[in-house]
């Protein structure tokens, strides 16, 4: 699957930013999809995913209740709709493919290349 993330910007604190993650290759729908982020001078750190379904996500804590992920599995894309963006949000956000059901990055298989979010204060 080869898998290119875009949407990322410059935006104010408060504002909101939607990511999309488009595939192409191999059957997106038989793998689930995760939103990553590394920030600098950070590890990369899990932030969604959800199933190939779309029926089931999960959340790291601090962006619950402020983004969103889901898919269209027949537009091969996935999205991160993200909310209430904070300073703290600033990083690069990959997203990646797995057969697994994982939240850690070594799990995943296939990766974009990253866009850059910038939250200003």
């Known amino acids: 699957v080869q898998l290119q993330a875009s949407g990322g910007g410059l935006v104010q604190a408060g504002g909101s930013l939607r990511l999309s993650c488009a595939a192409s290759?191999?059957?997106?729908?038989?793998?689930?999809v995760g939103w990553f982020r590394q920030a600098p001078g950070k590890e990369r750190e899990f932030v969604a995913r959800i199933s190939w379904s779309g029926v089931t996500t999960t959340y790291t804590d601090p962006v619950k209740g402020r983004f969103t992920i889901s898919r269209d599995n027949a537009k091969n894309t996935a999205y991160l709709q993200m909310n209430s963006l904070r300073p703290e949000d600033t990083a690069i956000y990959y997203c990646?493919?797995?057969?697994?059901?994982?939240?850690?990055?070594?799990?995943?298989?296939?990766w974009g290349q990253g866009t850059l979010v910038t939250v200003s204060s």
């Open positions: 290759g191999r059957t997106f729908d038989n793998y689930a």
């Open positions: 990646a493919c797995t057969s697994n059901w994982s939240t850690q990055p070594t799990r995943y298989f296939y």
